[in-house]
């Protein structure tokens, strides 16, 4: 795999994930134009596109879209797979994962598609391995000393409420 | 999961988040960054130290901004620090910060390498795997010289955690992608491919990737893996459902690891051992049966999850392309998902069915689903299916059912959406050759592609479609009986003109006898387009006109009136108005006799491979338009390259390649244009129109006969001007003067071609008699010179060029005449000599050096320490580097003082990329040049021609 987007119906960026060196310039310039193709398709369409020289996979949870940019050679439907078992990893730790989980805790989604996929590769598909690293490592937080709730933050935009896994 | 656990508690990075996306507007959250940024700045700068949650919180908030798309310039030194803390969280932030701001500051990866170092070495498994993450993250140069020896032995190591062992393999897969060079084989490797074997299926997942990607370049080295591949792959289709537990996605065991092991096997061939074969066999038929049972499960994951392993398993048939039991049944296999609901599945089965079809043991059976795969390419929704659907079509497609397919596509072109029209007019043009019985089928349907598509019509196209009517006489009076139908039309597309003008030009004379396409109204029908039609279709029809001036004396007159008219003799177009200035003076002045000479129609192209096809290959995909763009224009530079015989133009306008084509039947037996027209005359009796190749093998009865040529020369020779070495860097000039002739030259060359014109000119008052130029070394069939040249006269001889292979020798020139009852007999060297066939090349340092390194073998270097012969001017030795032929390449050597060039000879059979570099010492007035090519002969050449020029 050569990058995952994560993108709102709007259009807005929520994670960029690259596995091949790209300066930020053209890193921007690939994200406008994917996200102007993706978002211009309708609902029924296929999950793949040629695009450049790569082959597109994406899919729609809710109001996000995941998108995999992978080489000739690579699976389509196993890349669909990858995106879901990534979207099932978050609902898992996040307890059924909404857009906004992903933009506040933006953090922990990096954390935890590091440990799904690493340099591009799927590095663990079992799902209680992926969550038992990163229960570990949430194990070694100081919960007790900084843990202010969140609830008293606003949260705007009623549409990226929406469970992205039902 | 617990709440406790979403967020580390970080409430300002989450305060500040909630703000960004209460602001309104861009303005309102640029000033709300803006602000951050300054607090942050201002807290990063400050007396006090800051301790680590704040800095992680400020740092996760530099993360955050950038993350928005803005730039963050400060806060690695912070996120650094963070690396070596105790804290998981903190470092694991740091790492973050790294992973996705990385720097090529050298300063900063040292630190961030002594940190992951660190780390490396804690046998803590949770650092070691934060660390691992972040070199597979940035996956630098730098880090692989600092790590690509340490991770195999971390991966291989007995006491190393399943989990780091997992990060290790993926890690080294980054930095062998990265620098394979900095990655040792040894050991390890035989120990990493054991690891198919491992009892974790995650670590087998991950080396699985790493096996294959250092098999592809190493595939001796890991040969064993391919029966450890095919036994644990037969575990894994022959388990149970339920047996490999949490590695079962949705009742299909294992599936990643499946498709990974696959891929794997698509390195190798098919297996030699006998029972290593027959297991493989046998995974492969069990996942094609597995294909037709009931479904375990409605969710689409299940038969995703299914069908990915079955469309790598199908991918590996092919592959092997051995077994036509596996291959019929992996086509019906698709045949079945053409048909089926889900969208995805009938596109993965057109583009999988798109390689089966090149298979002989499958293409019969890809071919029954014709029906269908039309089907789809009529009723798909979706424009990326049916681009599927045409890439099918074209891959199925033979001589049975051509006839069949072309039509469809030209059908489904009316409708087709814009992005795919040009790929679908480049596709049907090829068939249409490809697969043409009958001419008069293929004329048809380029000139409905045209009519249907016309805009998206290449230049390929439409030259391809002229170079074929050309070449068959058999089909040229259907083809101007088309075009001329055609062109009733009342709007027809300008490509139809440009088709029509060039067919008409050539053959209308096979219809005039059709008093409904009689001369006149062929050429009324043609002129009423041409105003609607851009400046290079119009010089293509005032070249049309003139031909037939040559085919129909009758309308000559009319043409004239044309021609002479104020919009063309004075319009603002140099190319128009010299072209209308020409034909009239050409129409007015020549015999009929010069006139069939000159008009002659064009002889035939020599076979050669179709342009477009190479156009097509060059497609990948729907690329941006100015890829194609850029495509677009060096096919076509290519195009004239090789057109023979090669057209010249005076002037280099952008238009050039067009005109060229459109001008070929004149240029080729007439000089450039810039002629004036009294010359055009005396030319015309010389139409050296051969393409003379050099033969290189003769090099050595040439230098004998160059000698007896000196020995037998009389007093002409003493005032013999060696100029031939000033032309290395140069083409015109003076050849030759002495008190009787002059010799002058002018030439051009391109690619592996060349013309040059010669001109003797006759400096005294008497004529000579007998006057015979003979080339020797050169195989030229040609029309004598004029064998009297009058006093004061100056006749002109063109000579076609083409380089055959890399050369020493020069040619020779020998003059024989009368002068005033002496025989005079004087032989010149032609300057042509290798480097003229130079085309220069751009590169950037790296490349330069690089490709130098690769030049490094003792044979393909020369070099050549000499003195200075002229002042050492650095800008006179640029004009001779360029002048030489190759690129001058600035700011690549790091000396600023020397000099670096870089170009490819082009031979009619190879190419071959030089490189030189002169370094010049002005104390010692020398000069030091180095050439570097891959063949020793021509880095000795070009060293000895360039040494002479300083």
Not at chain 2, 413 to 423: G, P, Q
Request: aromatic content about 8%; charged content about 20%.
């Amino acid at each position: 795999m050569q990058f995952m987007l994560l993108f709102s119906r709007q259009g807005k960026l929520r994670l960029q994930k690259w596995y091949v060196p790209l300066s930020d310039k053209e890193k921007k310039k690939i994200t406008r134009e994917l996200v102007q193709t993706v978002l211009a398709r309708k609902p029924k369409m296929c999950s793949f596109l040629e695009w450049r020289d790569l082959k597109i996979v994406y899919k729609r949870y809710a109001s996000l879209y995941f998108c995999c940019a992978i080489e000739d050679q690579d699976n389509e439907l196993i890349t669909l797979e990858i995106i879901h078992r990534y979207v099932e990893l978050l609902d898992k730790y996040f307890g059924s994962v909404c857009e906004l989980d992903i933009i506040f805790n933006f953090e922990k989604a990096y954390f935890i598609l590091d440990e799904f996929l690493l340099g591009g590769e799927v590095q663990e598909t079992s799902k209680k391995n992926v969550l038992k690293a990163i229960e570990q490592a949430d194990l070694l937080q100081e919960v007790s000393k900084f843990n202010f709730s969140g609830q008293s933050i606003s949260m705007v935009g009623c549409e990226s409420k929406k469970f992205l896994f039902l | 999961m617990p709440a406790v656990s979403k967020g580390d508690g970080m409430r300002g990075l989450a305060v500040f988040i909630s703000d960004i996306r209460n602001c309104k507007s861009k303005e309102a959250e640029i000033k709300r960054i803006n602000k951050e940024l300054a607090n942050i700045r201002s807290k990063f700068k400050g007396d006090k130290a800051l301790d680590g949650y704040s800095k992680k919180k400020y740092v996760c908030k530099l993360l955050f901004i950038f993350l928005l798309g803005h730039d963050i310039d400060f806060g690695h030194m912070e996120a650094v620090n963070l690396l070596s803390s105790n804290r998981y969280t903190e470092k694991q932030i740091g790492y973050l910060f790294i992973s996705v701001l990385v720097n090529s500051n050298s300063e900063l990866i040292r630190l961030i390498n002594n940190a992951i170092k660190n780390d490396l070495a804690s046998r803590n498994p949770t650092f070691m795997g934060l660390a691992l993450h972040c070199i597979a993250n940035v996956g630098s140069r730098e880090m692989a010289e600092a790590f690509a020896g340490e991770i195999p032995k971390i991966l291989v190591a007995g006491d190393t955690m399943d989990s780091v062992k997992q990060s290790a393999a993926l890690c080294l897969l980054r930095l062998y992608r990265t620098s394979p060079d900095l990655v040792p084989m040894g050991d390890w490797t035989s120990r990493v491919v054991h690891l198919l074997n491992d009892q974790h299926l995650g670590v087998v997942t991950a080396a699985t990737s790493l096996i294959t990607t250092l098999a592809q370049k190493n595939p001796e080295e890991f040969k064993t893996s391919v029966s450890l591949a095919v036994s644990r792959l037969s575990r894994i289709v022959t388990s149970a459902s339920t047996d490999l537990q949490d590695y079962t996605y949705y009742f299909v065991p294992a599936p990643w690891l499946s498709v990974k092991l696959l891929r794997l096997l698509q390195c190798y061939p098919p297996p030699e051992d006998p029972a290593v074969r027959g297991r493989l066999t046998e995974c492969l038929e069990t996942i094609l049966n597995k294909a037709q049972e009931p479904p375990k499960s409605k969710k689409v994951q299940h038969s995703n999850a299914k069908n990915a392993v079955l469309f790598e398993a199908i991918s590996l048939i092919i592959h092997h392309d051995s077994e036509p039991n596996l291959l019929v049944r992996a086509c019906n296999q698709l045949g079945q998902f053409l048909q089926h609901r889900e969208t995805n599945l009938r596109y993965l089965a057109l583009e999988s069915m798109c390689t089966l079809a090149s298979s002989e043991f499958s293409h019969e059976a890809v071919k029954t689903h014709i029906e269908t795969v039309i089907n789809a390419l009529k009723t798909e929704r979706d424009v990326s299916v049916r681009q599927r659907a045409v890439d099918l079509l074209y891959a199925m497609c033979d001589r049975s059912n051509a006839q069949q397919i072309v039509a469809e596509m030209l059908n489904y072109l009316e409708t087709a959406d814009y992005s795919i029209r040009e790929e679908i007019v480049l596709k049907v043009a090829i068939l249409a050759e490809k697969y043409a019985v009958d001419y008069t089928w293929y004329v048809d349907t380029i000139l409905n592609l045209i009519r249907i598509a016309g805009d998206y019509v290449s230049e390929e196209v439409w030259y391809r479609v002229i170079q074929i009517v050309i070449n068959r006489d058999d089909v040229q009076g259907y083809a101007a009986k088309t075009v001329f139908e055609a062109l009733q039309a009342p709007a027809c597309h300008e490509n139809l003109v440009k088709v029509g003008g060039y067919i008409l030009g050539e053959f209308g004379n096979l219809i005039a006898g059709d008093p409904r396409s009689s001369p006149l109204i062929q050429f009324n029908l043609l002129h009423s387009k041409f105003h609607l039609c851009s400046v290079p279709t119009r010089a293509l029809l005032l070249s049309t006109y003139i031909k037939f001036v040559n085919l129909f004396p009758e309308i000559k007159t009319t043409i004239q009136d044309v021609l002479r008219s104020d919009s063309q003799l004075k319009n603002a177009d140099v190319e128009l108005q010299q072209r209308a200035v020409e034909y009239l003076r050409l129409s007015t002045i020549a015999s009929t006799d010069i006139l069939a000479t000159v008009l002659e129609e064009m002889p035939p192209f020599p076979e050669r491979e179709s342009s477009i096809l190479a156009k097509l290959k060059k497609k990948k995909g729907p690329g941006t338009v100015t890829d194609l763009e850029e495509i677009k224009k060096e096919r076509s530079s290519d195009m004239n390259g090789s057109a023979e015989p090669t057209s010249v133009n005076s002037t280099p306008s952008p238009s050039a390649d067009l005109l060229g084509l459109g001008a070929a039947p004149l240029t080729n037996s007439a000089p450039p244009p810039s002629s004036s027209g009294s010359l055009l005359v005396d030319v015309f009796s010389d139409s050296a129109s051969a393409v003379a190749p050099l033969a290189p093998g003769s090099d050595d009865n040439f230098n004998l006969s160059l000698k007896t040529g000196l020995e037998k020369k009389n007093t002409i020779t003493s005032s013999f001007v060696p100029a031939y070495g000033m032309f290395v860097c140069k083409n015109n000039g003076v050849l030759f003067e002495n008190q009787l002739l002059q010799i002058g030259l002018k030439s051009e060359f391109r690619q592996n071609l060349g013309r040059m014109f010669i001109f003797y000119g006759n400096k005294t008052s008497t004529q000579f008699l007998n006057f015979t130029p003979t080339f020797l070394c050169l195989n030229l069939q040609t029309k004598p010179v004029d064998p009297t040249v009058d006093g004061g006269a100056q006749v002109q001889q063109v000579v076609n060029i083409e380089c055959v292979s890399d050369f020493m020798e020069a040619p020779i020139l020998n003059i024989q005449f009368r002068y005033g009852g002496t025989f005079q007999n004087l032989s010149v060297k032609l300057p042509i000599t290798l480097n003229k066939f130079f085309q220069p090349t751009e590169m950037s340092s790296q490349d330069f050096f690089q490709r130098w390194k690769q030049l490094s073998n003792p044979k393909q270097e020369v070099q050549n320490i000499f003195k200075a012969k002229h002042p050492m001017d650095a800008e006179i030795t640029k004009a001779k580097i360029i002048g030489f032929g190759s690129a001058l390449l600035e700011e690549v050597d790091p000396n600023p003082a020397n000099f670096v060039g870089a170009g490819i000879i082009h031979t009619k059979t190879t190419q071959i990329g030089c490189l030189l570099r002169l370094e010049p010492n002005l104390q010692a007035q020398m000069y030091r040049l180095t050439l570097r090519t891959s063949k020793e002969a021509v880095s000795q050449r070009l060293c000895e021609l360039l040494s002479e020029q300083f």
